[in-house]
């Protein structure tokens, strides 16, 4: 029997063609796991990339996903053969780091299966290829049962372990190993400890330090280092260099083929690549001792080294997106690194800046320089280099730089002539409109070239939202923007423009014919809206509650939201609506908007807040992505949301973002949670509270 016939015997037993996999059939299977061992690394590659595109897309686990495991695990146990280490980061992968116990149908069965090879993953920290050996030890996290005994045997293998990345991901499995257990061996600490003091290798003593930091309990505990001797360590390492790994020298054309292409980018130039995740794990070391992590990374920004800066400017980016704190000083730091020139620093920083809205303000002098004294558009494969205005694409529309999103975002008027610039363009960028909305009033000066794009825009291409993000624009301009109405009537009638057209001049009685129309329409995001111009323009409510009777008769939660929203706004209600509301207010919601929006109409309708109080209180417990219309609500409730202040107080004393998480990342997360914080603000002086 050949290696092959040994390896896959029973695989083309199995019915694959039944399985489904995140793209359709999961008929590919086999030939993917052929591949997984091709002597060809780019085949190799890219049979790995289907794996985790298709087979365990996104961490899922499908029947076909399980199918596969006892395959990769024969693949895993053979020593002579290509991509073991892959296989096994994969099989690490699908059997998941989580407590067994919190995973249910396919993703428990993975995990059985994988943690149900043990033996085979200890044998395997014996192995003779290093890389395997470190494989190795990502799979342990997953034998949830076998973690003690794992742990137990980790300080004999660095003992041995001659490899040093090995011995760094020995330190890193420790850790994580120990973190899922309920307490911490002392033991384990005063290894770190020992490690972190005397040994020789300096990027092992940072992992230790990491590691040791992370750990859970003995708050009273004397930190094993300070940030200054976390600093001197890292300059030492940075003075001495790190190796660097051989590029692949092939291609393929894969989602992981561009992720290791843009690793090896990364490390090219560079004397200590390695440092990169040492500050990334040290400052996420010290989770919510947010001071301690601006302090090593204003120290690594202050250097002359462009690679501490280029190091600490990620790991800027994934503080400032994930925890609270002050951090004027900081970004203001981050605009020195754009306006230091370094090529590999400017762009970095401002990544970091792009999506801060104005918390980026330290930084926006440096921004403005930058931007004042850079050309005005480029492609953007230069456009790193250049930190343009406009940022032309191969293909599709060009877009605002995120330099100029940044300014923009910030609120900085010197991004005004910028803008008009991008507004004047052909074609125009597809944000550019987008950028001017926050500016509101003080965009004026921009009206001719806004009219002129609002009447040249393309109005009947679905994808381009070019024309709708003008009318916003106009919108939040105001009756300064009042020029824009015969256009406006006269053009193609979406929901921003019935917006526009009553933010703009809600007494402009031209407007009737358009909102009348618009609010008998069935599409409930033309009558909606419609319906609240109508009723601003008027002053009558019979269309709005016209409208809002056809939202409660719909089936749609959506529409049921629309039309408590508009009740809510309305302030008034038939006996009917106000009877359905009730109900919506005590619907099982998971989510909980549904049942807040009916609450806050029933409130505006009724003035009575009993109802609304713990539905409130509720919903801010289920769904942290609802706290700012909850704590809005609090503050327009008053003393009579007394009840709030413990939630208030404890969502305002916490480090991390509300809408922080592991797993995702939103480019609103940072303005967004600044919101929240300041609406809690308000609501707890509202109710009486002490805002802090």
């Not at 997984?36 to 190799?44: E, G, H, M």
Request: aromatic share 4%.
């Amino acid at each position: 029997m050949t290696v092959e016939e040994d390896l896959f015997a029973g695989l083309d037993e199995i019915r694959w063609g039944r399985m489904r996999h995140a793209y359709g059939s999961a008929a590919e299977v086999p030939g993917l796991l052929r591949d997984l061992i091709d002597p060809d690394p780019a085949v190799r590659e890219s049979a790995l990339d289907g794996m985790y595109g298709a087979v365990h897309h996104q961490g899922d686990v499908y029947p076909c996903t399980i199918a596969a495991i006892p395959f990769l695990l024969r693949i895993a146990e053979r020593p002579d053969l290509p991509g073991r280490p892959g296989v096994m980061e994969l099989l690490a992968s699908m059997g998941s780091a989580e407590d067994p116990t919190e995973l249910s149908g396919p993703y428990r069965k993975a995990n059985e299966a994988v943690a149900a090879a043990y033996p085979l993953w200890e044998r395997l920290l014996a192995d003779a290829d290093p890389r395997v050996r470190e494989a190795a030890l990502e799979v342990l996290p997953a034998c949830a049962r076998r973690r003690r005994e794992a742990l137990a045997r980790l300080a004999g293998r660095l003992v041995d372990e001659s490899d040093e990345h090995v011995r760094r991901a020995i330190v890193r499995t420790a850790g994580t190993l120990a973190r899922c257990e309920e307490g911490v061996d002392p033991a384990l600490r005063d290894w770190l400890a020992g490690i972190v003091a005397a040994e020789p290798d300096l990027q092992l003593r940072l992992v230790a330090l990491a590691e040791f930091a992370s750990l859970p309990g003995a708050p009273d505990e004397p930190p094993v280092a300070e940030v200054d001797e976390a600093l001197e360590l890292l300059a030492a390492v940075y003075g001495s260099g790190t190796g660097v790994t051989a590029p692949a020298g092939f291609e393929t054309g894969t989602l992981i083929g561009a992720v290791r292409r843009l690793r090896e980018q990364d490390d090219e130039g560079r004397r200590a690549p390695g440092a990169a995740a040492l500050v990334r794990g040290l400052s996420a070391s010290f989770g919510d001792r947010v001071d301690d992590r601006m302090r090593l990374l204003a120290g690594l920004l202050r250097s002359q080294d462009w690679e501490r800066h280029l190091d600490a400017l990620t790991a800027a980016g994934n503080l400032v997106d994930d925890w609270r704190g002050d951090y004027r000083e900081l970004i203001g730091l981050v605009g020195e690194r754009i306006g230091d020139g370094h090529p590999r620093t400017r762009p970095r920083a401002v990544g970091v800046l792009e999506h801060l809205g104005e918390l980026a303000a330290p930084a926006a002098d440096a921004l403005a320089a930058a931007l004042e004294s850079t050309t005005r558009r480029t492609s953007h494969t230069e456009a790193d280099a250049h930190l343009p205005w406009v940022i032309e694409r191969s293909h599709g529309l060009p877009t605002v730089s995120p330099a100029l999103r940044a300014l923009s975002g910030a609120g900085d008027p010197r991004a005004l002539p910028m803008l008009a610039w991008a507004l004047d363009r052909e074609p125009m960028p597809n944000d550019a409109g987008s950028c001017v909305i926050g500016f509101g009033p003080r965009a004026v000066p921009l009206l001719p070239l806004l009219l002129r794009r609002l009447r040249d825009l393309p109005a009947d291409d679905p994808h381009d939202h070019r024309r709708d993000s003008i009318v916003r624009a106009l919108a939040a301009i105001g009756p300064a923007a009042a020029e824009a109405l015969p256009d406006l009537l006269g053009g193609p009638v979406t929901p921003a423009v019935l917006v526009a057209l009553a933010a703009i001049d809600p007494d402009a009685g031209e407007c009737l014919p358009v909102l009348r129309q618009a609010v008998a329409t069935a599409d409930h995001r033309l009558a909606v809206p419609a319906a609240r111009a109508l009723w601003q323009v008027t002053g009558s409510a019979d269309a709005a509650l016209a409208v809002a009777n056809r939202c409660l008769d719909d089936d749609s939660t959506y529409a049921w939201r629309e039309a408590a929203g508009l009740l809510a706004e309305l302030g008034q209600a038939t006996q009917p609506q106000s009877t359905r509301l009730r109900r919506l207010a005590r619907r099982k919601d998971p989510h909980g908007w549904l049942v807040l929006s009916a609450a806050h109409a029933l409130w505006r309708i009724t003035g009575d807040p009993a109802p609304a109080l713990p539905v409130l209180e509720r919903v801010w417990a289920t769904n942290v992505h609802i706290r700012r219309r909850v704590a809005a609500l609090w503050a327009e409730l008053g003393p009579v949301a007394a009840g709030s202040v413990p939630l208030l107080t404890a969502e305002l004393g916490r480090a991390r973002r509300h809408n922080a998480r592991e797993d995702g990342y939103s480019t609103a997360q940072v303005t967004e949670d600044e919101t929240l914080l300041d609406r809690c603000r308000a609501a707890l002086t509202a109710v009486g509270g002490q805002a802090r």
